[in-house]
Nanobody, 115 residues
Framework: QVQLVESGGGLVQAGGSLRLSCAAS????????MGWYRQAPGKQRELVAT???????NYADSVKGRFTISRDNAKNTVFLQMNSLKPEDTAVYFC?????????WGQGTQVTVSS
């Protein structure tokens, strides 16, 4: 059993910054990928950024240069630093852990960017 607990969402003006955190607990294997997805109202859930346990990263084109994903492997925690936020970044952000082909999801945290 794996639990993911997110924190750090909120309301920010366009151009501002937020930092999301996600702590994983339970049966965590050393080889995994942790990341963030988001879902805006009326839209499908989409990848934002992922980082595997070896340090490899993957970013959506829409956030490259603005968002940075990092991890603390010892604490099974992943972070998403979001800078230069835009109104179109408004969504519920979900933490994800993928290990042994099984995905796990957090409950989601709301990020709202006002114009």
């Amino acid at each position: 059993q794996v639990q993911l607990v997110e924190s750090g969402g909120g309301l920010v003006q366009a151009g501002g910054s937020l930092r999301l955190s996600c702590a994983a607990s339970g049966s965590i294997f050393s080889l995994n990928t942790m990341g963030w997805y988001r879902q805006a109202p009326g839209k499908q859930r989409e990848l934002v950024a992922t980082r595997n346990s070896g340090g490899g990263t993957n970013y959506a084109d829409s956030v490259k240069g603005r968002f940075t994903i990092s991890r603390d492997n010892a604490k099974n925690t992943v972070f998403l630093q979001m800078n230069s936020l835009k109104p179109e970044d408004t969504a519920v952000y979900f933490c994800n852990l993928l290990q042994r082909y099984t995905p796990y999801w957090g409950q989601g945290t709301q990020v709202t960017v006002s114009s």
